[in-house]
């Protein structure tokens, strides 16, 4: 797939991917904001900046106006808050392309943040779903996070708390705006079918030329990796008890990261990988077991997540940890990294007829200043031998690099039992 990269005159990075086969064209604006970028006095601003994005602009004094005219374009405006980036997002009819553009780029650049009390209120539903009756946070990926970073920002819970929301107001919102939504720390790429080139970066010129240039925003590495195996028990009135099984990874600019993200395909790609055949199919320990790979700048996570009857929670723990121990030990079949590297390519032909894919390809590897083609990122995959993986899978399942979380119901001897395991974790 050819595609342009260019600049605008203040600086902001575009790239433009054209699809005239497809009946779709998409806009995504991927920012350096999230929890990461927050200290402790500010978690959580980054989201609540985004929910206030939808408020309204100068020419469209409230949130219905706003979502209407989106709407009556073919599109509906997305987005969201993560650890490292936000995105805002449309997919629309080609036709309304520029209009669209204009829009977003009007609601990017000249937010009103109006009716900041009503969002608050929102905000406060939505961090409310992580708390028991207590007031305790006990989403098991919220506490797993903590658990391994403790006080450093990727430790930080997207959402923020309660009490930080209380004191955002308008001017720490535009503070945190012009830090983050500017050209130094943004991206956009527009996917799909977008017509002529060149009149269709005239369009963006106009409606993203405002964006301030701003500063890159520089964030501070997480600390080393931990001495020893970290385990946290959270008691939770609940059906199930939730896992995760938590490892410090690599960053995306690591060597080993492509080796990393093919560990996570031998693991966890489909029903007949390593941990769904193991732990639901052939030992029925649980409806659902997954497994994903996160990189960052600086670091990672690789993480192990599945929801268990309580008294199963030992005996899952210790299969997960047989499971990875093979691969320490033997590392994955040439016919598992066969059908993983199969079933990358198969997807990277997929986003041929996905522009929503491939704009979300593009935006992020040029966010993270990976940039690289979906054929070169499945390239660098398909190099990655069998040694490698094991050599992966060495390096990263150590037990000082380790944090497991149990958030459900325990006796005390079942809670010292799996805590046995989890000190006791060899790699």
Same mark, same amino acid.
């Given at each position: ?56 602009? %100068? &020419? ?55 009716? /900041?009390? *009503? ?7 939505? /961090? ?61 790429? *527009? ?12 369009? /963006? ?124 030990? %033997? ?23 996905? %522009?929503? &894919? ?11 200043? *990976? ?57």
């Amino acid at each position: 797939m050819q595609h342009m990269d260019v600049k605008l005159s203040n600086g902001l990075p575009v790239v433009l991917v054209p699809q005239p086969n497809v009946h779709r064209a998409v806009a995504s604006l991927y920012l350096r904001a999230g929890s990461r970028f927050e200290t402790e006095h500010t978690n959580g601003l980054s989201h609540f900046l985004e929910h206030m994005v939808f408020r309204g602009t %100068a &020419s469209l004094p409230t949130a219905h106006a706003q979502a209407l005219a989106f709407e009556r374009l073919g599109g509906t405006l997305y987005a969201a808050t993560h650890v490292d980036h936000g995105v805002m997002s449309v997919s629309v009819p080609p036709v309304t392309l520029p209009s669209v553009l204009e829009l977003l780029g009007e609601v990017t650049t000249s937010p009103r943040f109006t009716s /900041i009390e *009503v969002e608050r209120g929102i905000v406060r539903e939505e /961090i409310l779903e992580d708390l028991d009756e207590d007031g305790r946070d006990i989403d098991a990926d919220n506490n797993v996070r903590a658990l391994m970073y403790e006080k450093h920002p990727l430790g930080f819970t997207i959402t923020g708390k309660s009490e930080a929301i209380d004191r955002f107001d308008e001017a720490m919102l535009r503070a945190h705006h012009a830090r983050h939504y500017t050209a130094s720390n943004a991206v956009l790429c *527009v996917a799909g079918r977008i017509g002529d080139p060149e009149e269709c970066l005239r369009v /963006i010129e106009r409606s993203f030329g405002s964006m301030l240039r701003g500063e890159s925003v520089v964030v501070e590495p997480p600390p080393s990796v931990q001495k020893k195996a970290r385990f946290k028990f959270l008691e939770n009135q609940s059906s199930q008890t939730e896992l995760r099984i938590a490892f410090r990874g690599v960053s995306e600019h690591d060597a080993m990261e492509p080796a990393v993200e093919m560990l996570l395909r031998v693991l966890d790609d489909g029903m007949s990988t390593r941990l769904y055949e193991r732990i639901c199919d052939r030992l029925g320990l649980c409806y659902d077991v997954s497994g994903m790979f996160e990189a960052y700048e600086d670091d990672g996570v690789v993480d192990i997540a599945a929801g268990v009857q309580h008294d199963r929670a030992t005996v899952v723990v210790r299969e997960v940890f047989a499971l990875l121990r093979e691969l320490t030990e %033997a590392g994955p079949r040439e016919e598992e990294l066969a059908k993983a590297r199969d079933r990358h390519l198969w997807s990277v032909e997929a986003m041929n007829d996905d %522009a929503e &894919s491939m704009a979300g390809f593009y935006g992020l590897t040029a966010l993270s200043r *990976v940039a690289r083609t979906p054929e070169e990122r499945h390239a660098a995959l398909a190099r990655v031998t069998v040694g490698d993986v094991q050599a992966a899978a060495r390096a990263i399942f150590r037990p000082e690099r380790l944090s497991v979380v149990a958030v459900g119901l325990l006796r005390a001897s079942e809670e010292a039992k799996l805590e046995k395991v989890v000190r006791g974790f060899a790699g």
